[in-house]
C-alpha cells in the first residue's frame, strides 16, 4: 500500500511542477498577479510531495519489503541498517529521486529567501525551477520508477553494490548533487533575466551567494568522491580522469569560473552577456553529466546500468533546455559579450583583464576535459575505431592551462579595477616571486625524486600562499578598510589552491610504491618505512567474511604501528572487495592494499608511500568553506533600495 | 554591436547543436549489443618494430626481425599479476606441446621479482623479454596482463586476447588462429 501512496505523491508532484512551470511564467510575461503568486506555495507543496515519496521508499528499504523492484535489488536482509538508508540512492531510479529531491529543497529555499526581490523576478526563476523539476520527476515516472512491485515478491534482496557498502558513499552523492542541482539557481536567474531583457546589477547580487554555495557543496562532493576512489578502490590514487568523474569536474570548472565572472558583473557591470553564458553553461554541464552516467553512451567503471530510452529521454530533456536557454540568449544577450558597449570600459592592466584571463583559462580547461571525454565517442560515431583517451592527455593539458592560472592567481586581488599601473602590483609580488623561485630551486635539486613535480607544486603553492598573504597584509595595513567575510571567502579559497597544488604534485612526485608476493615474516623496504608482512587471518563482519591482513610497519627500525587491509567476501553475491589499510599523516600515508592469496600463506602485497595526500582534501575543504564563507557577507543580503547606504 | 559580436551570440547554441547531434549517435550506438567488444587496432597488421633485453641475459637485445620467419606467441606478464598467476599452468601446458614459440614479455615489473616468479612457476617460454618502463606497450596496444598475441611468420598480427588464457581458449581459438596463420602462407 505504502509504495502506491510513494507513486501517488510522485504524479502529484509531476501535476505541481506543470502549474509551477506554466502559470508564473505566463503571468509574468502578461502581468497577471494571482498567476504569479502561485509560485511559491507550488514550491512548497512539490517540496512536500517529493519529500513524502523520498520517506516511503526510505521506509521500504528500512522495512525490508522486498515486494518493491528496486528495494529487492539493492537490499538484503543482512545489510546493516545505516546502508539500508543509503541504498536509497544506491542505484539509478533512487539516486534520481535524491535528485528530484535536492532540487525540490533548492526550489523551496529559493521561494523562502526571496521575499525581497521583484514579484515578475520570483515567478520567473521558480517558473524556470519548475520546468526542470517536471522533466525530471517525468523522466523518474515514465522510465525509472523506484515503486515498481516486483510480484511474486523476492524472498531475499540481492543486496547492495558492496562497493557503496561504505561511509564516504553516505554523503557523497547528497553533496554532489546539492552542487549539481544548486546550479539550477543561478541558471535559472540568467533565463528569467533573458525573458525579462535587463539585467539587473541588484538581482546579481542576490543570486552570488547562491552560486557560491552550490560551488562549496560540489567541491566537497568530489573531493569527497576522489578520497573514496583512494581508500575504497584499492589502487591508491586519487583522480582517473574517469568519464563519470570528468562530468563532476566540468560543472566544477564552469561554476569556478561563473564566481569569478560574477563578481566582475555584480561590482562592475561588465561581462554581463558572458556572466550569463556562464550560468546556463554550469547547469547545462551538470545535465551533460547526467545524460552520460545514466544513457550507457560512455563506458565508465562507475556507470549506471545502459539503457537506450533513458538515454533517449534525457537527451531530449537535455536538448529542450540546454537548446532553449542558448536561442534565447542568442536572441536576447546583452551585447557587450565581445566587450563593445560595455557601460565601465577597462584598461588592459586591470582587475577586469586579470579576470578575463582566469574566465578563458577555466573554460578552455572545461572545453578540453569535455572533448577528452566524448572523443571516444565521436570516434566510435565516425568509423575511426575505439579509442580510449587517458591520464597522460588531460593530465598534460590541464597542467598548461592551468599553470598561467596559478601564475596570475596572486595579481588578481591586488590590482585595481578599471586601470592600473602594471608596475605596482609586479613591484609588490616581486620579492615574493623570487622566494617562491628559491623554494622551487632548491626542491629540485633536493628532491629524491620526480624532481620537476616537487618543485613545480613547492613553488606553486608558495607563490599562491605568499601571494595571498601579501594581499591580506595590504588590506589590513589599509587604514579604515574592512575586510569583509567575502574577503575572507576568496582569502580561504586561494589558500586551498595553494594546499591542494602541495597535495597533488608531492603525492604525484614523492609516491614509492611496490606490488610484491610476501610470505608471514617476509618485509619489504620503501625509503624510511620497513612492511613485515604477519599473514592472514579469517574473520567474520556482519553481511561479509573477511581475510584480515596484519603488516607490521617500521620506521628506522622502530615499530610505528599494526596495519590491517582486509579482503571481504560478501555473503550475498560473493562480491570480493579490497578494504585497503591506511596509516593516515599530515606528512605522508602509508597505505597497504591485499592482493590475491597465492597459497602456501603468501599474499600479492600493494605497498604505498604517499606523501601529502591527505592536502589534496584539506586544499578542496578550505576551497569549499571559502565558498560557504562568502557567501555569509551581508552586502549580499542588503535590499536592493539599500545600496547608496553602504 | 558589431555584425561579428551579433553573429558570435549563436556560436554557443551552434556548438551545442553540434554536441546533441554527437550524444544522439552516442545513444543510437549504444543499443548495439557488441559495442564493448574491442577489436584490437593491430589485428591484421604488422607487429610493432622493437628492441628489447631479455630477462635472463639483460645485455641481449631481442626485436623483431629476429623472431620472424615462424610464427610465434607473445604472452604479457608481470609478477605482480594474479591472473597470470593463474594463468601459467595452461600457458606451461600449451608451450610444452612445442607447436610453436611462447615469448614472454616481462611488463612493468622488477627484475628481482620476475626472476623469482619464473623460479618458483617454471619458466615455459622460449625468450622472456623485458618491457620495465613499458616502451613498447603503447604500440603493442597492451593495457593490461595477462594479454596474448599470435604473430605469422610475416610478422602479421593474427589473433589477440585480452585476460587470462584457458585450455578452452587456447584449443578454440589460439590453435584454430595458428592453423589459418600456417595454412595461409
Known amino acids: 500500500m505504502l509504495p502506491e501512496l510513494g507513486q501517488l505523491a510522485l504524479i502529484l508532484a509531476l501535476l505541481v511542477t506543470a502549474l509551477q512551470a506554466i502559470l508564473p511564467l505566463a503571468g509574468a510575461q502578461r502581468g497577471v498577479g494571482a498567476w504569479m503568486a502561485l509560485a511559491r506555495p507550488a514550491a512548497f507543496v512539490q517540496l512536500a510531495l517529493v519529500a513524502s515519496a523520498f520517506a516511503i521508499l526510505a521506509h521500504a528499504f528500512v522495512a525490508q519489503d522486498f515486494s518493491v523492484r528496486y528495494v529487492a535489488t539493492n537490499s538484503n536482509t543482512l545489510l546493516p541498517l545505516v546502508y539500508r538508508y543509503t541504498a536509497v540512492w544506491g542505484a539509478h531510479e533512487g539516486s534520481l529521486l535524491l535528485w528530484a529531491l535536492i532540487l525540490s529543497l533548492w526550489t523551496a529555499a529559493v521561494a523562502l529567501f526571496s521575499k525581497r526581490l521583484p514579484q515578475t523576478v520570483i515567478a520567473r526563476v521558480l517558473g524556470v525551477m519548475g520546468a526542470i523539476a517536471f522533466g525530471f520527476l517525468a523522466f523518474l515516472i515514465f522510465t525509472s520508477n523506484p515503486f515498481d512491485r516486483l510480484l511474486p515478491a523476492a524472498m531475499e534482496g540481492r543486496d547492495l553494490n558492496p562497493l557503496l557498502q561504505d ?459 571559502g565558498g560557504f564563507v562568502a557567501a555569509t557577507d551581508r552586502r549580499f543580503r542588503h535590499r536592493p533600495s539599500d545600496r547608496t547606504t553602504q | 554591436m558589431t555584425q561579428a559580436g551579433r553573429s558570435l551570440k549563436w556560436l554557443p547554441l551552434l556548438v551545442f547543436a553540434g554536441l546533441a547531434v554527437l550524444l544522439a549517435a552516442g545513444v543510437w550506438l549504444s543499443r548495439r549489443a557488441d559495442r564493448d567488444a574491442l577489436p584490437s587496432p593491430l589485428l591484421g597488421k604488422h607487429a610493432p618494430e622493437f628492441s628489447l633485453p631479455t630477462l635472463h641475459e639483460p645485455g641481449r637485445l631481442v626485436s623483431l626481425a629476429d623472431l620472424k620467419g615462424a610464427p610465434f606467441v607473445l604472452n604479457v606478464w608481470g609478477s605482480w599479476c594474479p591472473s597470470c598467476r593463474e594463468e601459467h599452468a595452461v600457458i606451461t601446458r600449451f608451450a610444452e606441446t612445442k607447436r610453436v614459440r611462447v615469448i614472454g614479455y616481462n611488463w612493468k615489473d622488477e627484475h628481482a621479482d620476475a626472476l623469482r616468479w619464473l623460479e618458483q612457476l617454471g619458466n615455459p617460454y622460449w625468450v622472456v623479454l623485458v618491457d620495465s618502463d613499458s616502451r613498447y606497450a603503447l604500440d603493442w596496444g597492451i593495457y593490461g596482463a595477462p594479454e596474448t598475441f599470435l604473430v605469422d611468420g610475416n610478422g602479421m598480427v593474427r589473433w589477440k586476447h585480452v585476460g587470462a588464457l584457458s585450455d578452452r581458449i587456447v584449443d578454440h581459438e589460439l590453435l584454430p588462429a595458428l592453423a589459418r596463420a600456417e595454412h595461409a602462407r
Open chain 1, 167 to 625: 561511509p564516504g558513499m553516505i554523503i557523497h552523492p547528497p553533496m554532489l548533487y546539492l552542487g549539481y542541482v544548486g546550479f539550477c539557481v543561478p541558471f535559472a536567474f540568467a533565463i528569467a533575466a533573458l525573458l525579462d531583457g535587463r539585467i539587473d546589477a541588484r538581482w546579481l547580487r542576490w543570486v552570488r551567494p547562491w552560486t557560491n554555495v552550490a560551488w562549496g557543496f560540489l567541491t566537497i562532493g568530489i573531493a569527497l568522491g576522489s578520497w573514496w576512489a583512494y581508500y575504497e578502490l584499492g589502487w591508491g590514487g586519487w583522480w582517473f580522469w574517469d568519464p563519470v568523474e570528468n562530468a563532476s569536474f566540468m560543472p566544477w570548472l564552469a561554476g569556478t569560473a561563473l564566481l569569478h565572472s560574477q563578481a566582475v558583473t555584480e561590482k562592475r557591470g561588465t561581462f554581463r552577456g558572458w556572466t550569463l553564458l556562464l550560468a546556463i553553461a554550469a547547469f547545462s554541464l551538470s545535465l551533460l553529466g547526467t545524460f552520460l552516467v545514466r544513457s550507457g553512451v560512455l563506458t565508465s567503471v562507475h556507470a549506471f546500468a545502459a539503457d537506450p530510452t533513458r538515454g533517449l529521454f534525457i537527451l531530449v530533456f537535455l536538448g529542450l533546455v540546454v537548446g532553449g536557454s542558448l536561442l534565447l540568449y542568442a536572441l536576447r544577450a546583452p551585447d557587450d559579450v565581445d566587450g563593445a558597449g560595455n557601460t565601465q570600459p577597462f584598461a588592459p592592466a586591470s582587475r577586469e583583464t586579470l579576470l578575463l584571463a582566469n574566465n578563458l583559462l577555466l573554460t578552455s580547461a572545461c572545453a578540453m576535459v569535455l572533448l577528452g571525454t566524448l572523443y571516444p565517442l565521436l570516434a566510435d560515431a565516425l568509423g575511426l575505431g575505439k579509442i580510449s583517451v587517458g591520464p597522460p592527455y588531460f593530465a598534460l593539458l590541464f597542467t598548461l592551462l592551468i599553470a598561467p592560472l596559478i601564475l596570475l592567481l596572486p595579481f588578481g586581488p591586488l590590482t585595481r579595477w578599471q586601470r592600473e599601473q602594471a608596475s605596482r602590483p609586479i613591484a609588490m609580488l616581486v620579492p615574493w616571486a623570487g622566494l617562491a623561485l628559491g623554494i622551487g630551486v632548491a626542491a629540485f635539486f633536493t628532491a629524491p625524486q620526480g624532481p620537476w613535480k616537487v618543485a613545480a607544486g613547492l613553488a606553486g603553492s608558495a607563490w599562491v600562499l605568499l601571494g595571498t598573504t601579501r594581499f591580506l597584509w595590504s588590506r589590513l595595513r589599509m587604514p579604515g578598510a574592512r575586510f569583509t567575510p567575502e574577503m575572507m571567502g576568496m582569502t580561504l579559497a586561494h589558500v586551498g589552491v595553494s594546499v591542494f597544488l602541495i597535495g597533488a604534485l608531492l603525492t604525484e612526485g614523492l609516491s614509492r610504491q611496490r606490488e610484491l608476493a610476501l610470505a608471514p615474516g617476509q618485509s619489504v623496504t620503501l625509503g624510511h618505512h620497513a612492511f613485515r608482512f604477519q599473514g592472514v587471518v579469517r574473520s567474520p563482519g556482519p553481511n561479509y567474511v573477511s581475510d584480515l591482513g596484519t603488516v607490521q610497519v617500521m620506521r628506522d627500525g622502530v615499530a610505528l604501528a599494526d596495519m590491517h587491509p582486509e579482503k571481504r567476501t560478501y555473503a550475498s553475491g560473493g562480491q570480493v572487495m579490497t578494504e585497503a589499510a591506511i596509516a593516515p599523516g599530515m606528512t605522508h600515508d602509508l597505505y597497504v592494499a591485499l592482493g590475491e592469496p597465492l597459497g602456501g600463506g603468501s599474499w600479492a602485497l600493494r605497498v604505498h608511500v604517499k606523501p601529502f595526500v591527505r592536502w589534496i582534501w584539506l586544499g578542496a575543504v578550505l576551497m569549499a568553506l
